[in-house]
Nanobody
Framework: QVQLVESGGGLVQAGGSLRLSCTASGRTISSYAMGWFRQAPGKEHEAVASTTWSGLSTLCANSVKGRFTISTDSAKNTVYLQMNSLKPDDTAVYYC?????????????????WGQGTQVTVSS
C-alpha cells in the first residue's frame, strides 16, 4: 500500500512560479515510479511528468516543456513539480500518482495510487 500527500498549490499570477510536493509512504516505495497529473474543469486527466526515484524522468505534456521540472528527494520520499512561467491554462487540480515499475506518460489507468490533489489557480 502506498500513501501520497500533495502540497504546495495555491493562487498565483500569470508568469509566477509554484512548487508542488508529494510525500510518499509505503514499504516498497522505491520500486514505484511517480507521476504528476492535472485535471482542469470539464477536462480529462492529463499526464504532466513522470520519474523514477533514481531520477529517470520525462515531461509528458508538450505545453509544460521548458517551464516545468520534476525532481525527487529520496531521503524525504518526496517528489517535486517545479512550475515556472505559469499560464492561466495551467489552472487545474494537480495529482500525484504512483505505479509499480517504470516512469511512463500513460493515461491515469496505468497508475495505481493517487493523492488527494492540490488546486493550482493561475490568474491573468
Amino acid at each position: 500500500q502506498v500513501q501520497l500527500v500533495e502540497s504546495g498549490g495555491g493562487l498565483v499570477q500569470a508568469g509566477g512560479s509554484l512548487r508542488l510536493s508529494c510525500t510518499a509512504s509505503g514499504r516498497t516505495i522505491s520500486s514505484y515510479a511517480m507521476g504528476w497529473f492535472r485535471q482542469a474543469p470539464g477536462k480529462e486527466h492529463e499526464a504532466v511528468a513522470s520519474t523514477t526515484w533514481s531520477g529517470l524522468s520525462t515531461l509528458c505534456a508538450n505545453s509544460v516543456k521548458g517551464r516545468f521540472t520534476i525532481s525527487t528527494d529520496s531521503a524525504k520520499n518526496t517528489v517535486y513539480l517545479q512550475m515556472n512561467s505559469l499560464k492561466p491554462d495551467d489552472t487545474a487540480v494537480y495529482y500525484c500518482a504512483a505505479r509499480w515499475g517504470s516512469a511512463v506518460c500513460g493515461n491515469q489507468h496505468v497508475y495505481d495510487y493517487w493523492g488527494q490533489g492540490t488546486q493550482v489557480t493561475v490568474s491573468s
